[in-house]
């Protein structure tokens, strides 16, 4: 019998916020967002950000981008499988729930979806309730949120929309459509996504057209350091499958992939980001002298590595005087203090006194400063949310179309709603925000609108919603408010239609199949 020996390798670089054992998954996950950012709608980040907010206990603007984009793709991929969450006379109740989904309301989407299949999501119950009821989702471990974007970007790879980008082979059709006044007529094509422009429609407006590649404004918010101008040769051809660019003999693969190279293990993963780390592992491949074809094929890749290497150097260098090294607290060791500094005293003694009193300080040996401490995900704006260019004519006539239908039964133009404070952060911003939104409501209602008790209920009422901590008690606050609401106020479809209580995942059977069974 042969025996194998162990394949000894350098220790991981250590400058992302995740542990080394969520590195992978979380790798995943953020391969799918990059790839098929365009079909998700979803402007470009760095894989450092995305660690970032998945590490943070904050409800941050990328994380509920990221939830929004998916829950979003997911639910047009049911509706065009012919498969519903409500009863016919529910719809009405579902299609203002949907409506109103935004980077607040997200979490309580999120969790209806996974309770409407019992069998589908049966592992995923627990983690959107929440492992406790003082930190439901999305304050939640990285474990369970990296767990809950797993599937659900899984469920998004089997879509019909990725199976037509698949099938298109990244090949781009320009639309016909101007972006921004939509009328047709003699377009500027974009060289990175179908969008097309008069030239009198852009800021500043051109005269002629461009020489070279031009790309759109969409596309130019969308250049990131470290993403955008980071794309392998290979993947501008319209390959999306990545490829390994290795195995050694105890099965670990070594992939190329975010100015990263990792290596993937069954039990543990590593990863290496700077030149000087990748040139250690290149020295423990020579020195084992086993792994050829695995060193052959990292040095094919050689200087494309290091080139984007150089990259995230550049990057934590232009963030790196935000992490002096001075700025940490002694350990170990106080500064000497004497009774009166401004007494004359003879130098040698001092001197003497010193040496004996000061201790060595511990000075840290990690990394100073990691790329995603900065905290840019708190400040992530996505593009196709704020930016009516970012979507084409037809994708605008969908979304009337849905805002008409809701229009047509519930008051959602008159006035718009907001939230009063901050919609990301910690859970308790969370609640302060909607307790302070709550009451704002009550106070947007006149008072001739209000039961005559009101006026004595009142104070007892916002007593109770600034300790509400709750659903339940929001929701006993909410009910409470509403009856005494004067009925004028109310829109027929509040006591005409039916509302729902959960989502329910189902199929919808055509007359035909109904037929069909009765025979």
Same mark, same amino acid.
């Given at each position: 019998?042969?025996?194998?020996?162990?394949?000894?390798?350098?220790?991981?670089?250590?400058?992302?916020?995740?542990?080394?054992?969520?590195?992978?998954?979380?790798?995943?996950?953020?391969?799918?967002?990059?790839?098929?950012?365009?079909?998700?709608?979803?402007? *470009?980040?760095?894989?450092?950000?995305?660690?970032?907010?998945?590490?943070?206990?904050?409800?941050?603007?990328?994380?509920?981008?990221?939830?929004?984009?998916?829950?979003?793709?997911?639910?047009?991929?049911?509706?065009?499988?012919?498969?519903? +969450?409500?009863?016919?006379?529910?719809?009405?109740?579902?299609?203002?729930?949907?409506?109103?989904?935004?980077?607040?309301?997200?979490?309580?989407?999120?969790?209806?979806?996974?309770?409407?299949?019992?069998?589908?999501?049966?592992?995923?119950?627990?983690?959107?309730?929440?492992?406790?009821?003082?930190?439901?989702? *999305?304050?939640?471990?990285?474990?369970?949120?990296?767990?809950?974007?797993?599937?659900?970007?899984?469920?998004?790879?089997?879509?019909?929309?990725?199976?037509?980008?698949?099938?298109?082979?990244?090949?781009?059709?320009?639309?016909?459509?101007?972006?921004?006044?939509?009328?047709?007529?003699?377009?500027?094509?974009?060289?990175?996504?179908?969008?097309?422009?008069?030239?009198?429609?852009?800021?500043?407006?051109?005269?002629?057209?461009?020489?070279?590649?031009?790309?759109?404004?969409?596309?130019?918010?969308?250049?990131?350091?470290?993403?955008?101008?980071?794309?392998?040769?290979?993947?501008?051809?319209?390959?999306?499958?990545?490829?390994?660019?290795?195995?050694?003999?105890?099965?670990?693969?070594?992939?190329?992939?975010?100015?990263?190279?990792?290596?993937?293990?069954?039990?543990?993963?590593?990863?290496?980001?700077?030149?000087?780390?990748?040139?250690?592992?290149?020295?423990?491949?020579?020195?084992?002298?086993?792994?050829?074809?695995?060193?052959?094929?990292?040095?094919?890749?050689?200087?494309?590595?290091?080139?984007?290497?150089?990259?995230?150097?550049?990057?934590?260098?232009?963030?790196?005087?935000?992490?002096?090294?001075?700025?940490?607290?002694?350990?170990?060791?106080?500064?000497?203090?004497?009774?009166?500094?401004?007494?004359?005293?003879?130098?040698?003694?001092?001197?003497?006194?010193?040496?004996?009193?000061?201790?060595?300080?511990?000075?840290?040996?990690?990394?100073?400063?990691?790329?995603?401490?900065?905290?840019?995900?708190?400040?992530?704006?996505?593009?196709?949310?704020?930016?009516?260019?970012?979507?084409?004519?037809?994708?605008?006539?969908?979304?009337?179309?849905?805002?008409?239908?809701?229009?047509?039964?519930?008051?959602?133009?008159?006035?718009?709603?907001?939230?009063?404070?901050?919609?990301?952060?910690?859970?308790?911003?969370?609640?302060?925000?909607?307790?302070?939104?709550?009451?704002?409501?009550?106070?947007?209602?006149?008072?001739?609108?209000?039961? *005559?008790?009101?006026?004595?209920?009142?104070?007892?009422?916002?007593?109770?919603?600034?300790?509400?901590?709750?659903?339940?008690?929001?929701?006993?606050?909410?009910?409470?408010?509403?009856?005494?609401?004067? *009925?004028?106020? +109310?829109?027929?479809?509040?006591?005409?239609?039916?509302?729902?209580?959960?989502?329910?995942?189902?199929?919808?059977?055509?007359?035909?199949?109904?037929?069909?069974?009765?025979?």
């Amino acid at each position: 019998m042969r025996t194998v020996t162990p394949l000894r390798l350098p220790p991981s670089s250590d400058d992302l916020l995740l542990p080394d054992n969520e590195v992978i998954k979380a790798l995943g996950i953020y391969e799918v967002l990059r790839q098929f950012g365009r079909v998700l709608r979803l402007s *470009p980040f760095r894989f450092e950000d995305f660690c970032a907010a998945i590490a943070s206990e904050e409800q941050s603007s990328l994380l509920s981008e990221v939830h929004l984009s998916l829950f979003k793709a997911l639910l047009l991929e049911d509706e065009t499988n012919g498969l519903t +969450f409500t009863a016919s006379d529910e719809k009405d109740s579902f299609n203002i729930f949907v409506h109103e989904l935004d980077g607040f309301t997200w979490p309580e989407h999120i969790r209806s979806y996974i309770n409407s299949d019992k069998l589908e999501f049966a592992d995923l119950e627990s983690i959107v309730r929440g492992r406790s009821e003082d930190n439901p989702y *999305p304050f939640a471990s990285i474990e369970d949120r990296l767990t809950l974007l797993q599937r659900l970007s899984d469920l998004f790879l089997s879509s019909n929309s990725i199976r037509e980008e698949i099938i298109n082979e990244g090949m781009l059709e320009s639309e016909d459509h101007c972006r921004s006044c939509g009328k047709m007529g003699d377009l500027l094509c974009c060289e990175i996504c179908p969008g097309v422009y008069h030239l009198q429609c852009l800021k500043p407006p051109l005269e002629q057209v461009p020489t070279g590649d031009w790309l759109c404004p969409v596309c130019e918010a969308h250049q990131v350091k470290g993403v955008t101008d980071c794309h392998l040769e290979w993947t501008k051809d319209g390959w999306l499958r990545n490829a390994p660019l290795g195995m050694d003999r105890e099965g670990r693969k070594y992939w190329f992939l975010s100015r990263r190279l990792f290596v993937e293990g069954e039990q543990d993963s590593l990863y290496f980001s700077s030149k000087a780390h990748l040139d250690d592992l290149i020295r423990y491949l020579v020195a084992d002298g086993q792994e050829r074809k695995l060193l052959a094929g990292i040095r094919s890749k050689y200087n494309e590595i290091t080139k984007q290497m150089a990259i995230t150097e550049a990057l934590s260098s232009s963030h790196a005087t935000r992490a002096c090294c001075l700025n940490f607290e002694p350990q170990g060791g106080e500064t000497p203090k004497t009774s009166d500094p401004k007494q004359d005293v003879d130098a040698t003694s001092v001197f003497k006194k010193t040496k004996e009193e000061l201790v060595p300080m511990e000075i840290p040996t990690g990394p100073f400063f990691r790329l995603g401490e900065e905290r840019n995900f708190t400040l992530y704006v996505n593009q196709f949310s704020i930016n009516p260019q970012a979507l084409n004519k037809h994708q605008h006539g969908e979304y009337r179309e849905r805002k008409r239908a809701v229009n047509n039964k519930f008051c959602t133009t008159s006035m718009e709603f907001k939230w009063t404070h901050e919609i990301f952060g910690s859970k308790e911003v969370i609640l302060n925000t909607l307790r302070s939104t709550i009451v704002s409501l009550e106070n947007n209602i006149p008072t001739a609108f209000m039961h *005559p008790v009101w006026p004595l209920q009142r104070s007892t009422w916002v007593r109770a919603v600034h300790i509400s901590e709750k659903p339940l008690e929001f929701a006993a606050a909410l009910s409470f408010l509403e009856t005494l609401i004067k *009925p004028v106020c +109310f829109i027929p479809a509040w006591t005409e239609a039916h509302g729902h209580t959960g989502m329910h995942r189902a199929l919808v059977e055509t007359k035909a199949e109904k037929a069909q069974k009765k025979r």
